[in-house]
Structures are given as C-alpha cells and as structure tokens.
C-alpha cells in the first residue's frame, strides 16, 4: 500500500551539510506524522526528528539547531536538512510514517524507508 522512497545520503566532512528527501506514495500523509530514524554501526535505531499532522516538530536534542525536518505535503514529500554535520551523525537513515511518531519508539512506526548512509568524516 504504502512506500516510502529515501534518496540523498552520502560522504561529507565534518562541518558539511545533506539533505535527505522522502517521497511517500501509496497516499497522501497530511493526517499522518512523519520522521527520521538513524541506527549507527553497531547500534540501535534511534529517534531523530518528527513532525506532525499539525506541523509540529520534534528534535533529539544532539540534533537541535543543527537538523530541520519539514514536508511539502502537495508532492508527498518530507525533507531533512542536516547542517554543521559531525561524524556521530554517521548511520543509515530511515524515513517513517505512521499515525503518530514517538522518537523514543521506533517500533511503532508504521511504514519505513529502505535507509540511505550518511557518513561523517572528521
């Protein structure tokens, strides 16, 4: 039913900046909260930005000031910009969706992206 397809990972040095985008298709999520996830190497998934049906934002506080999540609801899509990257930034991110998204609860979310590496280089 429902796909959620990532793109915009990649190497960059410390300092640097990506941006992540996911495309929903399947349905339109303007009810629905979307997020990121990250699971370094060796670690476990872990919450990292949200925002939800009202447009309400959410950041893990090692993110904040640095990350921004937004979504442009008329193309289904949702964005993290990731500014002054650092390398505990490296992971694989995953875009999720779901009714409601709980940073610290990524078993609940409904509907995952295939994940895209960022890696950090200092």
């Known amino acids: 039913q429902v796909q959620l397809v990532e793109s915009g990972g990649g190497s960059v040095q410390a300092g640097g900046s990506l941006r992540l985008s996911c495309v929903v298709f399947g349905y339109t999520y303007t009810t629905y909260s979307m997020g990121w996830f990250r699971q370094p190497p060796g670690a476990e998934r872990e919450g990292v930005a949200a925002i939800d049906s009202d447009g309400r934002t959410s950041y893990v506080d090692s993110v904040k000031g640095r990350f921004t999540i937004s979504q442009d609801n008329a193309k289904n899509t949702l964005y993290l910009q990731m500014n002054s990257l650092k390398p505990e930034d490296t992971a694989v991110y995953y875009c999720?969706?779901?009714?409601?998204?709980?940073?610290?609860?990524?078993?609940?979310?409904?509907?995952w992206g295939q994940g895209t590496q960022v890696t950090v280089s200092s």
């Open positions: 999720a969706a779901a009714l409601t998204i709980e940073l610290a609860a990524p078993r609940f979310v409904q509907y």
